[in-house]
Structure formats: structure tokens, C-alpha cells
């Protein structure tokens, strides 16, 4: 039972901002929504993650919604290093769950 | 650096045959996890261990098993490895309850698995 839908993929234009949606209206009210990345033949990295306000970081900024059940990944500048999957995942920040990772957005970035 | 180790980057086994992967951890972290992944498939989550000699089935466990003896240390194993256990595995640690706010998962390089 996936928690989050992602489209599969995904092209943004060298430079450009790009902006990666997820769905996950089922998400509780302790959930956290993460998003990782991965870039080819190495393992996934932590980019950002919040709860209800829009969180921003050196790497990317994170949009909620208010309701909570979608947001946006955004990548304000993307370069050719971007291109990777990137996988939005919902959990508790503490407790000892699995971390279930879907299939992801595969963005790739166009000279 | 925080660092996930795993031990192997590229494995050659035949099938029938016990396999080990072995992965570390020098965060501390009390929880990890083993995922597997193929084309099209994603990161699909095989176990995960939240303390010393605890373990939980993920979603695909069958075929497969757990080692935690030493917090640092999380091991699946393959009893008889099978063709279509050839994959990329991957292991990753994380933070518990007891621990701050940021609880990201931090993940090994994946070890290549192929099963002939």
C-alpha cells in the first residue's frame, strides 16, 4: 500500500527551477514527509524533510500544503548533477518503522 | 563523515549457495534496514531491526534473513541464493526513539549481487 505517488518522470531545462510534486493524502498527523535522491550507481541521499511549514536548505526548498496531503520538491537553479530519481516518502521522524520508498520521479536535466 | 559500509560492491555467487552481505554503521544509529532494488521496481524494503537482535519483516522478505548481534552491524543473509535474487542491495541506518531531530536514513553504496 503505497503512501505516496510520484509521477515516474519528469524534464527540467538546465537552470531552470524545477519542481517535483507527491501525493500523499493519507499521511498522519505525525508524519513527516522526506525526500531523497539518487543519483546513478550510488545509494539514496537525504535531501529535505518537514512536517507542516515549508522547510528550505542549501539543496532544495520543501511546499506543503496546508492540508498536508501533496507537496513540492524544489530545486531552485537545476544543474546537470540534478538528474537522478527522486523518492518522497512519508514517516514518523521518531519510531521504529520501516522506511518504504516507492518507485520515485526520474528527473532528468536537459542542456 | 557519517559512514554505511557495506562490505562488498560487486558479488559473484552461485545458486544454492549461502550468501552473507554485511553492512556498518559508526552513527550510532539504532535502526537499519535492507532494501533491494531492480529497474522499475524501486527500493522495495526486504527487513529492518530497530535495536540488537531485533528484527521486522519489510515487504518482500521471503528467501531471506537478519543478523543483529552488534548495533554497528546489521547482515542478510540468503540461505540458498536464487537467479532472482540478483539485484542491487542496499543497507541504510537511521536514528531511533531516543535520538534528535534529524532522523534521515544514511545508505551504503549498494552491493551488486548476481546469482548464476
Known amino acids: 500500500d503505497a503512501k505516496t505517488t510520484q509521477p515516474p518522470s519528469m524534464d527540467c531545462a538546465e537552470g531552470r527551477a524545477a519542481n517535483l510534486p507527491c501525493n500523499h493524502s493519507t499521511i498522519s498527523g505525525n508524519e513527516y514527509v522526506y525526500w531523497y535522491r539518487q543519483i546513478h550507481s550510488q545509494g539514496p541521499q537525504y535531501i529535505i524533510h518537514?512536517?507542516?511549514n515549508n522547510e528550505t536548505n542549501e539543496m532544495a526548498s520543501l511546499i506543503i500544503t496546508e492540508d498536508r496531503k501533496s507537496s513540492t520538491l524544489i530545486l531552485p537553479h537545476a544543474t546537470l548533477r540534478d538528474t537522478a530519481v527522486y523518492y518522497c516518502?512519508?514517516?514518523?521522524?521518531?519510531?521504529?518503522?520501516?522506511?518504504?520508498f516507492g518507485t520515485g520521479t526520474r528527473l532528468t536535466i536537459i542542456p | 563523515d557519517v559512514k554505511v559500509t557495506q562490505s562488498s560492491r560487486y558479488l559473484v555467487k552461485r545458486t544454492g549457495e549461502k550468501v552473507f552481505l554485511e553492512c556498518v554503521q559508526d552513527?550510532?544509529?539504532?535502526?537499519m534496514f535492507w532494501y533491494r532494488q531492480d529497474p522499475g521496481l524501486g527500493l522495495r524494503l526486504i527487513y529492518f531491526s530497530y535495536d540488537v537482535k531485533m528484527k521486522e519483516k519489510g515487504d518482500i522478505p521471503e528467501g531471506y534473513s537478519v543478523s543483529r548481534e552488534k548495533k554497528e552491524r546489521f547482515s542478510l543473509i540468503l540461505e540458498s541464493a536464487s537467479t532472482n535474487q540478483t539485484s542491487m542491495y542496499l543497507c541504510?541506518?537511521?536514528?531511533?526513539?531516543?535520538?534528535?531531530?534529524?532522523?534521515?536514513?544514511?545508505f551504503g553504496q549498494g552491493t551488486r549481487l548476481t546469482v548464476v
Open positions: 516518502i512519508v514517516c514518523h521522524s521518531f519510531g521504529n518503522e520501516k522506511l518504504t
Open positions: 552513527m550510532d544509529h539504532e535502526n
Open positions: 541504510a541506518s537511521s536514528s531511533g526513539v531516543r535520538a534528535a531531530m534529524n532522523t534521515e536514513a544514511f
Open positions: 518537514g512536517l507542516k
